[in-house]
């Protein structure tokens, strides 16, 4: 003991005392997914995955595009015609049709309008109404969500962890926002609906009361467009493959269509992914988890090596759900 005591009591003497331990190390939001227990993930069907194989790229390099369809309750009235479109093999030999900067990707048909050379759309598709882009809140009541907190008065307006809670407040386009079973979703005091973020897949329209038949598709390639939620359904998400997508060459035409067809990327085949044999199985992670909870809020305030100022919150596409493939 004497051993021990007499140095401490050196550098007591001295003037200097013991160094503090280090500080533990901030894990960023990717190593936070990284080290979430195999409880954290879920599971997405194989059976709720369009997969849109692209032509080759001109090395020959395959380019497959998953998209994630969206879960019950939301949009069902469009999804359930995506699938008869996929099981009818509309997409096969469709092409990628508009490229918009820092907006869309759009594909289907591009000689819709023209019915001489249009292709013919599966019988039996739902004509779904405007009112169910937002639906009633009690059909959600049952759903976990990762906000339990009502908006708060902080600024921004934004995604905030309060108190150890996921606390997702008010933003310019809903009273709140909220990640619930996986996605992200706007509400008011009555309705809930889901908004667009980067990778969202929505339905391409006419003018209103038209609402589409989910035969025109679209994702965002750029600043999340919030401004068309509620305005036009939203079908999923890429969950892989986007990058074959954002890429893409800008078109020149108006709102960035291909002006000439040798311009279009063509499609090869869209599936269900049921009926794709060599595809991986995903998983995303659990928003109802602690791992999540811990990402979220990692997510808001960055605190890693990189980082000087935690932002204090974050904009509700700024905290994507995490998605892996897994053998």
Same mark, same amino acid.
């Given at each position: 003991?004497?051993?021990?005591?007499?140095?401490?009591?050196?550098?007591?003497?001295?003037?200097?005392?013991?160094?503090?331990?280090?500080?533990?190390?901030?894990?960023?939001?990717?190593?936070?997914?990284?080290?979430?227990?195999?409880?954290?993930?879920?599971?997405?069907?194989?059976?709720?995955?369009?997969?849109?194989?692209?032509?080759?790229?001109?090395?020959?390099?395959?380019?497959?595009?998953?998209?994630?369809?969206?879960?019950?309750?939301?949009?069902?009235?469009?999804?359930?015609?995506?699938?008869?479109?996929?099981?009818?093999?509309?997409?096969?030999?469709?092409?990628?049709?508009?490229?918009?900067?820092?907006?869309?990707?759009?594909?289907?048909?591009?000689?819709?309008?023209?019915?001489?050379?249009?292709?013919?759309?599966?019988?039996?598709?739902?004509?779904?109404?405007?009112?169910?882009?937002?639906?009633?809140?009690?059909?959600?009541?049952?759903?976990?969500?990762?906000?339990?907190?009502?908006?708060?008065?902080?600024?921004?307006?934004?995604?905030?962890?309060?108190?150890?809670?996921?606390?997702?407040?008010?933003? *310019?386009? %809903?009273?709140?926002?909220?990640?619930?079973?996986?996605? +992200?979703? $706007?509400?008011?005091?009555?309705?809930?609906? #889901? @908004?667009?973020?980067?990778?969202?897949?929505?339905?391409?329209?006419?003018?209103?009361?038209?609402?589409?038949?989910?035969?025109?598709?679209?994702?965002?390639?750029?600043?999340?467009?919030?401004?068309?939620?509620?305005?036009?359904?939203?079908?999923?998400?890429?969950?892989?493959?986007?990058?074959?997508?954002?890429?893409?060459?800008?078109?020149?035409?108006?709102?960035?269509?291909?002006?000439?067809?040798?311009?279009?990327?063509?499609?090869?085949?869209?599936?269900?992914?049921?009926?794709?044999?060599?595809?991986?199985?995903?998983?995303?992670?659990?928003?109802?988890?602690?791992?999540?909870?811990?990402?979220?809020? *990692?997510? %808001?305030?960055?605190?890693?090596?990189?980082?000087?100022? +935690?932002? $204090?919150?974050?904009?509700?596409?700024?905290? #994507? @759900?995490?998605?892996?493939?897994?053998?």
């Amino acid at each position: 003991m004497k051993r021990i005591a007499l140095p401490l009591a050196l550098l007591v003497l001295s003037g200097q005392a013991p160094a503090p331990p280090p500080a533990p190390k901030v894990l960023a939001p990717s190593e936070i997914v990284a080290a979430a227990p195999a409880a954290d993930w879920v599971a997405i069907e194989a059976s709720d995955l369009l997969v849109m194989d692209l032509a080759p790229d001109r090395d020959g390099n395959k380019r497959r595009v998953v998209i994630q369809l969206m879960p019950p309750p939301f949009s069902q009235g469009w999804v359930g015609n995506i699938r008869k479109l996929a099981a009818a093999r509309f997409w096969d030999a469709t092409s990628i049709n508009r490229v918009q900067d820092n907006y869309v990707v759009q594909w289907g048909d591009a000689n819709a309008e023209d019915k001489a050379k249009a292709k013919g759309l599966p019988p039996g598709l739902a004509k779904v109404s405007q009112s169910d882009y937002a639906i009633d809140f009690s059909k959600v009541r049952s759903w976990h969500t990762v906000s339990t907190v009502k908006s708060s008065q902080r600024s921004p307006r934004s995604y905030s962890p309060v108190d150890g809670k996921n606390d997702v407040s008010s933003d *310019a386009y %809903a009273w709140q926002t909220e990640i619930a079973n996986g996605w +992200p979703v $706007g509400t008011d005091t009555e309705t809930v609906w #889901p @908004v667009h973020c980067y990778g969202m897949v929505g339905v391409g329209r006419d003018m209103p009361p038209d609402t589409g038949t989910g035969a025109e598709l679209y994702t965002v390639i750029g600043h999340a467009p919030r401004h068309l939620d509620r305005n036009i359904a939203l079908v999923g998400r890429v969950i892989a493959g986007i990058e074959h997508l954002s890429s893409l060459p800008r078109g020149t035409g108006p709102l960035g269509f291909y002006e000439k067809p040798e311009q279009r990327e063509g499609i090869v085949a869209v599936r269900l992914g049921n009926e794709v044999a060599d595809l991986p199985r995903y998983q995303y992670l659990s928003t109802e988890s602690a791992s999540f909870a811990r990402y979220a809020a *990692a997510r %808001a305030n960055r605190r890693d090596a990189f980082f000087i100022h +935690p932002a $204090g919150g974050a904009d509700i596409c700024n905290i #994507p @759900v995490p998605v892996r493939k897994v053998p």
